[in-house]
């Protein structure tokens, strides 16, 4: 098999394709013969080494694969060899290779679905497709008819918290983006607005005839979310989903209480370890609506999977709509 392998933290000439052992499967795992893995901004930050012990070098990055079954490990039921299948591989990695070793309480099998989706889609959407998901359905308390406000509304996972929120009855549904040229994708990905974060405080209130929203989906973090719990109505909620600012700042407990609003955090990553199946049961209903058109997105580039570097200077340039695959079928 080959793989890229990450021996020590730097720039892209870190990415170094190798080969290396074919797989078997442990325990309940399934070994695939992986056709597309999923690109993302985390591994960026992998390859930096932005994560000190938790992901210790050596390491192949990627969180999301598609392909088909290869092998089937002890205690595995319900696959079978040359299927088609999506996974998470979330914390154990390994996704930027030609075979990797995945949980099956991970994995969605692809002919469960009920419509047609090709493996790129799949392992582009998987994990963000998932946690959007999740965020909407199970860890805000949105309902029917709320207004919502979504931060990094153009990225990978914001781009799915428009449609879903909409598909599931959300009135208004609001989202900031980085540069002006963005704010065209509104409609295609389920936004009544999108507006420029420099602009987000005035153009909310002025989106809400001053009332703010009732949920904010937080994937910037800092001071764009210390800012956005004056736009929470009471009983309202900030659901943070990442930090691309940089910026750690934290709310007091007492502005929480007495304003009467709330701020949650959702990792699935770390969730799904101790809680896999429901994750992998919220994937595949996630993955239907995408399979049945309900909800889309846009597969914004693919590379071969020796051109992993190219990926990662596209994504730190800050070029991309949509996410980026590789094509791991070498």
């Given at each position: 098999?080959?793989?890229?392998?990450?021996?020590?933290?730097?720039?892209?000439?870190?990415?170094?394709?190798?080969?290396?052992?074919?797989?078997?499967?442990?325990?309940?795992?399934?070994?695939?013969?992986?056709?597309?893995?999923?690109?993302?901004?985390?591994?960026?930050?992998?390859?930096?080494?932005?994560?000190?012990?938790?992901?210790?070098f050596?390491?192949?990055?990627?969180?999301?694969?598609?392909?088909?079954?290869?092998?089937?490990g002890?205690?595995?039921?319900?696959?079978?060899?040359?299927?088609?299948?999506?996974?998470?591989?979330?914390?154990?990695?390994?996704?930027?290779?030609?075979?990797a070793?995945?949980?099956?309480?991970?994995?969605?099998?692809?002919?469960?679905?009920?419509?047609?989706?090709?493996?790129?889609?799949?392992?582009?959407?998987?994990?963000?497709?998932?946690?959007?998901?999740?965020?909407?359905?199970?860890?805000?308390?949105?309902?029917?008819?709320?207004?919502?406000?979504?931060?990094?509304?153009?990225?990978?996972l914001?781009?799915?918290?428009?449609?879903?929120?909409?598909?599931?009855?959300?009135?208004?549904?609001?989202?900031?983006?980085?540069?002006?040229?963005?704010?065209?994708?509104?409609?295609?990905?389920?936004?009544?607005?999108?507006?420029?974060r420099?602009?987000?405080?005035?153009?909310?209130?002025?989106?809400?005839?001053?009332k703010?929203?009732?949920?904010?989906?937080?994937?910037?973090?800092?001071?764009?979310?210390?800012?956005?719990?004056?736009?929470?109505?009471?009983?309202?909620?900030?659901?943070?989903?990442?930090?691309?600012?940089?910026?750690?700042?934290?709310?007091?407990?007492?502005?929480?209480?007495?304003?009467?609003?709330?701020?949650?955090?959702?990792?699935?990553?770390?969730?799904?370890?101790?809680?896999?199946?429901?994750?992998?049961?919220?994937?595949?209903?996630?993955?239907?609506?995408?399979?049945?058109?309900?909800?889309?997105?846009?597969?914004?580039?693919?590379?071969?999977?020796?051109k992993?570097?190219?990926?990662?200077?596209?994504?730190?340039?800050?070029?991309?709509?949509?996410?980026?695959?590789?094509?791991?079928?070498?």
């Open positions: 098999m080959k793989a890229i392998v990450i021996e020590q933290a730097g720039g892209t000439e870190q990415l170094l394709l190798k080969e290396l052992p074919d797989l078997i499967p442990g325990r309940g795992q399934l070994t695939i013969d992986v056709a597309h893995a999923g690109v993302g901004y985390v591994d960026v930050l992998l390859r930096k080494g932005s994560f000190g012990g938790i992901f210790p050596p390491a192949t990055p990627g969180l999301e694969v598609a392909g088909y079954v290869r092998a089937i002890d205690g595995v039921e319900g696959f079978y060899i040359g299927q088609p299948v999506a996974a998470l591989t979330l914390l154990d990695l390994g996704g930027y290779s030609t075979m070793n995945i949980k099956a309480d991970l994995t969605v099998p692809l002919d469960e679905l009920g419509a047609e989706l090709d493996l790129a889609t799949a392992a582009a959407a998987i994990v963000n497709l998932t946690t959007a998901y999740m965020a909407v359905r199970q860890i805000s308390n949105m309902k029917e008819g709320d207004h919502i406000l979504v931060h990094g509304a153009a990225g990978g914001g781009s799915f918290i428009g449609q879903i929120a909409k598909r599931f009855g959300a009135s208004k549904v609001l989202g900031t983006v980085g540069t002006v040229e963005k704010t065209a994708l509104a409609e295609s990905l389920g936004y009544d607005e999108l507006f420029v420099s602009e987000f405080m005035e153009r909310t209130r002025q989106a809400t005839e001053q703010g929203v009732h949920i904010v989906f937080d994937t910037v973090g800092g001071h764009t979310r210390k800012q956005s719990m004056d736009l929470l109505r009471p009983l309202g909620q900030i659901v943070a989903l990442g930090e691309t600012s940089g910026e750690d700042v934290l709310h007091s407990s007492n502005e929480l209480w007495v304003s009467n609003k709330a701020v949650v955090g959702f990792s699935i990553g770390g969730y799904a370890l101790s809680h896999p199946k429901e994750v992998r049961q919220a994937a595949k209903e996630a993955l239907r609506l995408l399979a049945s058109r309900e909800i889309c997105t846009e597969v914004f580039g693919i590379y071969p999977l020796e992993a570097a190219e990926t990662h200077v596209q994504l730190e340039g800050r070029k991309t709509v949509g996410k980026l695959v590789l094509d791991c079928r070498i």
